[in-house]
């Protein structure tokens, strides 16, 4: 917890200000994220809040619902279970998967969208390093299990000495390349 905490903090008021800076207009915009428009991320990052807030209860699994336009506001209910000590003990009952390893997928999460976001509607974003590492260290174990669950597409290689946020990227099936 100690040294999650403050990265899934960051990455998550990082990314509660890139929606806050959207504009009406650009909610029809397509992203980097090939199954979400800029309202459907927006929406997924709602539902993925409020997921992890209930499994930092050691509550339920979440159905997503419609588009309510509140990420910011989840995002602060789910920080506040996880900045409790008991949210990191044990394995999650809903999930059956240790609750630092939720963390991790959390923060991959927060990460990822963040840049989906940001390069959808133009703003500048740059994922703090110590979060990109975790996120690059804990998704090449998972990569494989990403892609049978769909959570990440086919890989897209990267140059050797790209950024490692690049890696991250094109590990999950991102084109780190990708303009609207």
């Known amino acids: 917890m100690d040294d999650m905490m403050p990265l899934m903090t960051h990455a998550t008021e990082r990314t509660a200000g890139l929606v806050r800076a959207v504009r009406q207009e650009q ?27 209930s499994l930092g209860r050691k509550g339920p699994n979440v159905e997503q619902g419609p588009y309510a336009g509140d990420f910011p506001e989840r995002a602060e209910r789910m920080l506040a279970a996880w900045s409790r000590p008991e949210a990191w003990e044990g394995t999650s009952p809903a ?47 998972m990569a ?18 790209a950024p490692r946020f690049d890696h991250l990227l094109g590990l999950i099936g991102r084109d780190p390349a990708w303009t609207p």
């Open 27 to 53: 909610l029809g915009a397509s992203t980097p994220c090939a199954k979400f428009d800029v309202k459907d991320l927006i929406n997924h990052l709602e539902w993925v809040a409020e997921m992890f807030e």
């Open 95 to 141: 999930m059956g998967l240790p609750m630092t390893m939720l963390a991790h997928m959390y923060l991959v999460d927060m990460v990822v969208h963040g840049w989906d976001l940001a390069r959808a509607t133009g703003q500048e974003y740059e994922p703090d390093p110590e979060a990109v590492s975790r996120a690059l260290d804990f998704t090449g174990r």
């Open 144 to 161: 494989e299990t990403g892609r049978q669950r769909g959570a990440f597409g086919p890989p897209v290689a990267v140059p050797d000495d």
